[in-house]
């Protein structure tokens, strides 16, 4: 089969071209509970970006010598191709997404379970959904709806699933009235709106740098708009008539948005961080005083990423997409690095 492989780590994403269309191995079931997708889209996150620049060597990788070359790919959807002997109540056809963790159990549909658990992570340890088929397990399934095409919510399964567990988590105290302000209207952020407005009466106020994305985000619901220039933490507190934002959704992680998002956040207030690439600087006083909650996001369980297919089948969350040929994926992640794509990338084979 056709895949994009990942040989060598760009520490600087400077050189000409990341990955290698070539032809590989076809996946092939080694477990009774293995399940083989035919992909119908795959998801570009930055995450993939991070993958390529080696901020997940040490952890992945920390000699530098055993996970390449890799198939990257954590975001998928598809159709099921081959199934093992043990897996029962699919058959091949089946529309599937596809969680991004791996498992051999019902770990993933616990309430308390979710990316801390054992198991490979296709993309990132093992190889991912950048081809024309991966394998993965029948555990790790969520089937789905003919109203929503695989290529058209393959995002949904990291991207879509990372915003709704901070959002889902956020409006289960968000009351009527208060306000929610979501750092990042991109990718990740575009959803989270839909899903606050989806599940809460709060005021949505959205915070980017990129007219574009403040555009996307009023079409998604936000109430307020705020351009990244520098004030932002002025319009927040202006808009919340000076007490700050109960609930701060952080997508961005970086350039200064982590200490600019917790003096956002009102007293007693929560800061959900999900984008990373800064460290967050805070006084252990400020912190006490103030009793403001600071909140860290991975990725959601199985029984998460049923929910967030529901509101999807429901039409209240809808996925901004972008599509590229599996053989551009090159030009889809430069599209990504350079900030040119509205929504989510998806490759389609």
């Known amino acids: 089969m056709k895949a994009q492989v990942l040989h060598s780590y760009d520490d600087d994403l400077t050189a000409k071209s990341w990955l290698s269309y070539e032809d590989v191995p076809d996946p092939v079931i080694s477990k009774g509970s293995d399940v083989i997708v035919r992909i119908g889209g795959a998801g570009v996150c930055r995450t993939d970006l991070h993958v ?20 990257l790919g954590h975001e998928n959807a598809g159709w099921i191709e081959e199934l093992g002997p043990e897996v029962e109540g699919l058959q091949r056809g089946d529309p599937v997404i596809l969680h991004p963790k791996i498992t051999d159990t019902n770990v993933l549909r616990r309430h308390s379970e979710d990316m801390h658990g054992a198991g490979p992570l296709p993309g990132l340890d093992r190889n991912g959904g950048f081809a024309e088929a991966m394998v993965t397990s029948a555990h790790s399934l969520v089937s789905l709806p003919k109203s929503l095409p695989p290529k058209e919510v393959a995002p949904y399964a990291n991207a879509g699933l990372t915003a709704y567990r901070a959002a889902k988590r956020a409006t289960q105290k968000l009351l009527p009235g208060q306000t929610c302000a979501i750092i990042g209207a ?7 709106i839909q899903i606050v407005r989806a599940m809460s009466a709060a005021e949505i106020i959205v915070i980017d740098s990129n007219d574009a994305s403040l555009q996307l985000a009023a079409e998604c619901g936000a109430d307020h708009l705020v351009k990244a220039d520098g004030g932002e933490v002025d319009a927040v507190m202006s808009l919340t008539k000076g007490n700050g934002a109960e609930a701060v959704l952080d997508f961005v992680g970086e350039t200064g948005t982590t200490s600019k998002g917790l003096a956002m956040t009102r007293q007693a207030g929560s800061y959900y961080i999900v984008g990373y690439g800064e460290d967050i600087r805070v006084s252990a006083f400020d912190l006490v005083i103030n009793e403001k909650n600071i909140i860290g996001n991975l990725v959601g369980t199985w029984a998460e990423l049923s929910e967030l297919m529901e509101l999807a089948h429901r039409g209240l969350v809808q996925l901004e997409t972008q599509e590229f040929d599996l053989a551009d994926a090159d030009a889809a992640l430069r599209a990504l690095f350079e900030g040119n794509v509205k929504g989510r990338a998806v490759l389609v084979p």
């Open 52 to 71: 390529i620049e080696g901020t997940w060597r040490p952890h992945m990788d920390p000699h530098g010598n055993t996970l390449l070359p890799i198939i």
């Open 186 to 192: 991109g990718g990740l952020g575009h959803i989270a």
